[in-house]
């Protein structure tokens, strides 16, 4: 399985899914899109890879009011550039829940165990960052005070 994961800027988990790694990215976003538009504001911004164009895919976004910021591709003309600071953002969340909360090593046998083990890592991470927003932490993702 694949895991999916929509987050807020701090790295706060918003949505999420498992998906049978042969089903295509942008099938899996647009139908947790589409499933969870409650949870979606107009003007909230997107970041994505650059494989998340295409017609669909714009066309859904700007049915949900969402701004789509994703690196360009080669064919297209220069719009946002490679964004190489911001994919940190992307690439620093997925470092905690693998490195912190071992999601690599989650020990799920079964379709229901994976999906258990990926929550509860999914749901840590929210406390911690919750617990960072209420006690005025600067880094609002670490989770070094909770690593024993």
Request: neutral net charge; glycine residues 10%; proline residues 3%.
């Amino acid at each position: 399985m694949k895991l999916y994961l929509v987050c807020a800027g701090d790295g706060m988990p918003i949505m999420w899914c498992l998906a049978h790694p042969k089903i295509g990215e942008r099938e899996v976003l647009a139908a947790l899109l589409d499933h969870n538009h409650h949870l979606i504001r107009a003007g909230q911004v997107l970041l994505a890879d650059k494989g998340f164009a295409g017609k669909e895919f714009k066309q859904l976004t700007e049915q949900l009011e969402i701004d789509l910021l994703r690196p360009d591709r080669r064919d297209e003309t220069y719009t946002n550039g490679n964004l190489g600071g911001v994919r940190q953002w992307i690439e620093s969340v997925n470092q905690t829940l693998k490195g912190q909360l071992d999601l690599e090593d989650h020990g799920g046998r079964t379709p229901a165990g994976v999906f258990t083990r990926v929550a509860q890592r999914l749901l840590a991470m929210a406390a911690g960052i919750w617990r960072n927003w209420t006690t005025g932490a600067i880094n609002k993702r670490s989770l070094i005070a909770y690593d024993h």
